[in-house]
């Protein structure tokens, strides 16, 4: 069965006067139609140069390296700049964290909702701003009509997210990446923000891969999630599963890291140390020098990334077993 | 330390510190010109300001963490820079150990200076780059102490740099050589050279990622209770808040709208926006949130609301609250709430 995007062995690198830096180091992951996604991890874990890779938008000194980001069974990494345009923001849009630095601040909400538009549809003006003011209404603006002639300056935080989620909703595109949507709005913004962004992806259809290094909000909106850490994937699986039931010994870690988890007052539990920097990844895995479980090998052998379980669950790390039931591997 | 304790006053029901009626307003309004308006034909002079902090009251007790929590712009760092005398007060008092602090000079103020301490959000912002470790830590124990020999200072700072988990070896470097996480204990330590008794932290781990969060959090309990601090703890973060607090004022648009003891807030929060603002946080593993949903937007506090500031977004708001503003009231053992639906037990 085909995926509608799926990403093989896909690996960035930025070139530097050093030599390369590996940012992302083979990762693979797949999104069906409708499918919502959490990518998480801590900063320089390189969950939004993933997203940017996947719509091909790696800007010097950074480069695709390898690996294959399959989208309808287009190979977009090895596309040309004018056919991933076609694609870009018209198949897969993007929502990013600041909201003011998406929109242009001297054209009017209108004026760039429809040249939106009229970037990826031979359109008529009065055409593109019907459907500009319909997606306004879908992200439950109230008066419409009158925002459309205003600018962004004129709209609160929370209004200009739900913009940018109109702008990206505008092309109907089959995925959304969202990098940090909501992390510069307060806690109320965010929760119907996320509410909005859930319930669109539900009744439009939309795939949705949502960056964020917010577990909370991950477990509330997506279905499947994948942790990150130092370019790589260390586990992934359905996202109930994974947050209640971590496996791989640093998604363990972030989670009893959380307040909330223990009784008030309590001391929490810390990973000690911190994620290495990306020219200097220590050999084997790259967790083992914060790890309580590592052992010989994990400072020798990089772990596989591998099944664990029949529920779709993937982990890499050498003390993580797999299920016996899954026969000998 | 060995100079004098400040006034080791009885810590009556002033507490540590105490805010009475505690008022902050910034004028806004700039040049004439742009104090000049047309207003029915006629020119009238108008002056803008930002009604940030609106009549605050309450008492923190010593050795406790009292937190005060808020979405951005309800005035919740105005009030941490007010109490500290950052920022003069319009109106109100504030009390430490009972003696008024408000209207102090620079040179009365130095011996409470010592006593009260801060640690902002940002660690990429709050240390000099120009300065190493060893010239950031040991300049307020100079300050304090002028008499104090320089081998003095250098074992103070090893002793405090090792306490914040800082190789204290690494004091000669300067802090772009550290990481996020390393400058926040830095900016700790920086607060904890002059022995404080208060110390006021505004978002001090917002800016850190999960892990390293909790190794933050950890040291400033560890502090507390190796030094029996009291803290004062602004966030917006309100699983930490919970996790850490004994008391929690929660604000609106420069008002205080409920001050509980933290596990009676988070179990039955009784204000409306606290109620809202509690639905809101993101559990793990909680699937559809079911959050509170407030109409509207926050007001500027350019134009407050008449009557109760949160009316205008409250789903039990009636005519009274429109125009009166709700006093803060005890309704139980320690929980203070400024609300007319919950005094006249409509909620």
């Known amino acids: 069965m085909s995926h509608l995007l799926e990403v093989n062995d896909l690996e960035v690198k930025f070139g530097l006067r050093q030599g390369d830096l590996t940012a992302i180091n083979g990762i693979s992951f797949n999104l069906d139609k409708g499918e919502r996604m959490g990518l998480v991890g801590e900063s320089g874990a390189g969950k939004s140069v993933t997203g940017f890779a996947i719509i091909n938008l790696i800007s010097k000194p950074g480069f695709i390296s390898g690996g294959r980001v399959i989208f309808n069974g287009q190979d977009l990494a090895a596309l040309s700049e004018e056919a991933m345009r076609e694609i870009r923001g018209n198949h897969i849009s993007m929502i990013f964290q600041d909201p003011m630095m998406t929109l242009n601040p001297v054209l009017t909400i209108g004026t760039q909702m429809v040249e939106t538009l009229q970037a990826h549809r031979r359109i008529t003006r009065p055409e593109a701003e019907a459907i500009a003011l319909e997606k306004l209404k879908k992200v439950q603006i109230p008066s419409p009509e009158k925002r459309l002639a205003q600018y962004p300056h004129e709209f609160s935080g929370g209004m200009r997210q739900r913009i940018v989620i109109a702008i990206a909703l505008i092309t109907d595109p089959e995925i959304i990446i969202a990098d940090e949507p909501t992390t510069a709005l307060d806690v109320t913004i965010q929760a119907e923000i996320m509410d909005l962004l859930q319930q669109l992806c539900e009744s439009e259809d939309t795939g949705l891969i949502l960056i964020t290094h917010d577990l909370g909000v991950v477990s509330q909106v997506t279905e499947k999630i994948a942790v990150m850490y130092a370019g790589k994937i260390v586990e992934s699986g359905l996202t109930d599963r994974v947050v209640n039931n971590p496996k791989h010994p640093y998604t363990q870690g972030l989670i009893k890291a959380l307040p909330g988890s223990l009784q008030p007052g309590a001391r929490l539990n810390q990973i000690p140390g911190m994620m290495p920097t990306l020219t200097d990844i220590p050999p084997g895995c790259a967790f083992n020098p914060r790890c309580p479980l590592c052992e010989t090998i994990c400072r020798n052998q990089e772990p596989p990334f591998i099944p664990v379980d029949h529920l779709t669950r993937m982990v890499a790390c050498h003390m993580v077993k797999p299920d016996p039931s899954m026969g000998t591997r | ?347």
Request: some cysteine; hydrophobic content about 35%; charged content about 20%.
């Open chain 2, 1 to 347: 330390m060995t100079t004098e304790q400040p006034n080791q006053m009885k810590t009556d029901e002033n507490g540590l510190l105490a805010l009475k009626q505690v008022v902050k307003h910034f004028d806004i309004s700039g040049g004439l010109l742009d104090r000049l308006r047309l207003e029915k034909g006629k020119l009238r002079h108008r002056r803008t300001t930002v009604k940030a902090v609106n009549n605050v009251s309450f008492t923190i007790a010593p050795g406790e963490t009292f937190s005060v929590v808020g979405e951005s712009g309800c005035g919740k760092s105005t009030l941490a820079r007010t109490t500290l005398g950052i920022y003069p007060p319009n109106s109100g008092r504030i009390l430490y150990r009972g003696e008024r602090i408000d209207n102090k000079n620079g040179q009365q103020m130095l011996p409470f200076r010592r006593k009260m301490q801060m640690i902002f959000q940002d660690p990429y912002a709050s240390l000099n780059p120009r300065k190493t470790v060893m010239q950031t830590l040991e300049e307020p124990v100079v300050f304090h102490n002028p008499s104090i020999s320089a081998d003095q200072v250098k074992d103070r700072v090893a002793a405090v740099m090792s306490q914040v988990g800082v190789d204290p070896k690494w004091a000669a470097r300067y802090p772009h050589e550290f990481s996020g996480g390393q400058r926040q204990r830095i900016s700790i330590a920086r607060a904890l050279m002059v022995d404080p008794e208060f110390i006021v932290a505004d978002e001090p781990v917002s800016a850190l990622d999960v892990s390293i969060q909790a190794q933050i959090l950890n040291l400033l309990m560890d502090a507390q209770a190796q030094r029996g601090l009291t803290y004062m703890f602004i966030t917006h973060d309100l699983s930490v808040v919970e996790h850490i607090s004994n008391r929690v004022a929660v604000m609106y648009l420069g008002t205080l709208c409920e001050l509980s003891p933290a596990k009676s807030l988070f179990e039955s929060p009784r204000h409306p926006y606290t109620q809202a603002l509690l639905s809101a946080i993101p559990k793990l593993g909680r699937k559809k949130s079911g959050h509170v949903k407030l109409k509207g937007e926050v007001p500027t506090p350019i134009n407050l609301p008449g009557g109760c500031v949160f009316h205008g977004r409250c789903i039990y708001a009636n005519p009274r609250c429109a125009e009166e503003v709700p006093e803060a009231r005890t309704v139980e053992n320690k929980v203070i709430v400024a609300c007319h639906a919950v005094e006249e037990a409509r909620i």
